[in-house]
């Protein structure tokens, strides 16, 4: 569907913005889809970065509408895997799990396909079936050495379902192995590995703002000290004999800032919606 030029340029705009604060700040960007949602409630586009939106902040009975209205218009099976994964939001694995069944799943491409194996992994981990997930998870795409796009976090749903099977020392592995396939950071892989590993982290940077507030108010201290000890007492005669004197001792400590610190699909197990 066209639209007039500024019309399109808003609703663009409008996009741009869901595009650049779903993984930071879900909320606003669930906003903005709901602007572009008003803007052009017509294009496949909107709808479906509505149902992004509406995902990322867990409504999933709005995602599930808004990737049928964008699968309706565009005839694509490509949002097959997120549907299926709003229904296990909902509370409804088994429907999720007969998606999986569906003819509509060989129509998707590997990656979707590798996306469907993991929504059906987590459906079966939600009806309590943790061995079978284990095996859904298995595969040619879990065993090849080749880095893909969803390694990483196929790697990782295998080596989280291992562990809540109680296998830790599998776990460690295959967590270890996520880890070295994501480059970018899409799973906490190595927070994991290092927890099975006894590693714990300290914040280096809290420690060393409170070293530094501990640092002044000692200097703070010693200085109001050394001010007691380097004057000592005048006597009258001095007093006469000298012209009055201020000595002052300055000490700034300058504040530091502090710095700022993804969120993916399919992270098993998904919550509750909050409609």
Known sequence: MSLPK????????????????????PEEAYEYSRIALRLASRVAAVREAAGFAAYATQRYTE??????????????????????DCERGLGRPERAMAMAGEPEVKKLDKA??????????????????IDAAIVTLQGPELASNSVQPWTARLRYAYADALLTAGRE???REWFGKSAEADKDGSTDASDRLAALD???FVDALGDEADTDDTDTDEIEVDSAAGVDAAVPAASADDVDAEDDTDAEVQVEAEPKAAPGIA??????????DKD
């Not at 019309?7 to 650049?20: G, I, R």
């Not at 808004?66 to 299926?84: C, D, I, N, Y």
């Not at 996306?115 to 981990?125: F, I, L, P, S, T």
């Not at 969120?263 to 509750?272: A, D, K, M, N, Y």
Request: proline share 3%.
């Open 6 to 25: 500024t019309l399109a340029e808003d609703v663009a705009k409008n996009l741009v913005m869901v595009a650049n604060l779903i993984d930071e700040e």
């Open 63 to 84: 995602a599930l509408a808004e990737f049928r209205a964008a699968r309706r218009m565009t005839g694509s099976v490509e949002l097959w895997p997120v549907m299926a």
């Open 112 to 129: 979707g396909q590798v996306e469907m194996r993991m929504v059906a992994a987590g459906a079966r981990r939600d009806m309590g079936q």
């Open 169 to 171: 020392a599998e776990a």
């Open 198 to 200: 006894g590693v714990e």
């Open 263 to 272: 969120g993916t699909l399919f992270v098993e197990p998904v919550e509750g």
